[in-house]
C-alpha cells in the first residue's frame, strides 16, 4: 500500500504567517493528490484536488503544488479561520485511498 | 445541493457487526462516474478510507480491513450502506460518508456527510 506522510505534524503560526506543509508518498502517485481541512467537531472540507486545483468557494491563498512522490499545501497569508488540521489523501481509486497522518495549525 | 447523513448505532458490543446508511440528496448514483464513499477518524486520530461504491455497482475497500467491510447501494432510496463485521474498542470512531464526483479515475470527496459517532464497548 501507498503511505502518505505528512510534515509538519504541528506548526505554530501567526495570522499573515505564510506556512507550509508537506505530504510525502511512499511511491509516485503523479498529481493524484488531495488536500482537506477539518475543524474540531466538523468532517473535512476539501481544498485542493489533483495537486493543484483550487475547489470551487475556497480563497485563493490556498494554493497546492507538487508531482511524484513530494506535494505541499501552502497557506500564503494565516487568516484566523484557517487554524485547523490539514489531511493530503492520494485520490486514485485503482490504489487505496490513503490519507496523511495530518498537520494542526495553531496559533503562535 | 449535495447532502449526505449518515445514520446508524451509537454503540455497539464487541464481535458484533456494525450497519451504517448514508442516505444522500443532490445527486444520483446512476450518474455515470459518481461514487460515495466511507471514513472514518478515531478520537484525535487521522482519517482511514475504509469503502468506496462507484455508480456501476464497482466497488474498493481497503486492503486492511477489506475481509471485514461490505458496501451496498440503494439507487432508488438515495442510499449506501457500510457493514463491518466483528467490531472491537478500536474501531470505536466518527463514521463519515462522503460523495465522490466524476472527475475521472483520480476525484477526491468534494461533500461530506456530518459523521456519527459509533462506540464499541461492551
Known amino acids: 500500500d501507498i503511505q502518505m506522510t505528512q510534515s509538519p505534524s504541528s506548526v505554530s503560526a501567526s495570522v499573515g504567517d505564510r506556512v507550509t506543509i508537506t505530504c510525502r508518498a511512499s511511491?509516485?502517485?503523479?498529481?493524484?493528490l488531495a488536500w482537506y481541512q477539518q475543524k474540531p467537531g466538523k468532517a473535512p472540507k476539501l481544498l485542493i484536488f489533483?495537486?493543484?486545483s483550487l475547489q470551487s468557494g475556497v480563497p485563493s491563498r490556498f494554493s497546492g503544488s507538487g508531482s511524484g512522490t513530494d506535494f505541499t499545501l501552502t497557506i500564503s497569508s494565516l487568516q484566523p479561520e484557517d487554524f485547523a488540521t490539514y489531511y493530503c489523501?492520494?485520490?486514485?481509486?485503482?490504489?487505496?485511498?490513503?490519507f496523511g497522518g495530518g498537520t494542526k495549525v495553531e496559533i503562535k | 445541493q449535495i447532502t449526505l447523513k449518515e445514520s446508524g448505532p451509537t454503540l455497539v458490543k464487541p464481535t458484533q457487526t456494525l450497519t451504517l446508511t448514508c442516505t444522500f440528496s443532490?445527486?444520483?448514483?446512476?450518474?455515470?462516474?459518481?461514487?460515495v464513499g466511507w471514513i472514518r477518524q478515531p478520537p484525535g486520530k487521522a482519517l482511514e478510507w475504509l469503502a468506496l461504491?462507484?455508480?456501476?455497482?464497482?466497488?474498493r475497500y481497503s486492503p486492511s480491513l477489506k475481509s471485514r467491510l461490505t458496501i451496498t447501494k440503494d439507487t432508488s432510496k438515495n442510499q449506501v450502506v457500510l457493514t463491518m463485521t466483528n467490531m472491537d474498542p478500536v474501531d470505536t470512531a466518527t463514521y463519515y460518508c462522503?460523495?465522490?464526483?466524476?472527475?475521472?479515475?483520480?476525484?477526491?470527496?468534494?461533500?461530506w456527510g456530518q459523521g456519527t459517532l459509533v462506540t464499541v464497548s461492551s
Open positions: 462522503a460523495h465522490r464526483p466524476n472527475f475521472g479515475v483520480v476525484s477526491p470527496f468534494d461533500y
Open positions: 443532490g445527486f444520483s448514483l446512476s450518474t455515470s462516474g459518481v461514487g
Open positions: 461504491i462507484y455508480w456501476d455497482d464497482d466497488k
Open positions: 511511491q509516485g502517485i503523479s498529481s493524484w
Open positions: 489533483t495537486a493543484s
Open positions: 489523501q492520494q485520490a486514485n481509486s485503482f490504489l487505496a485511498l490513503t
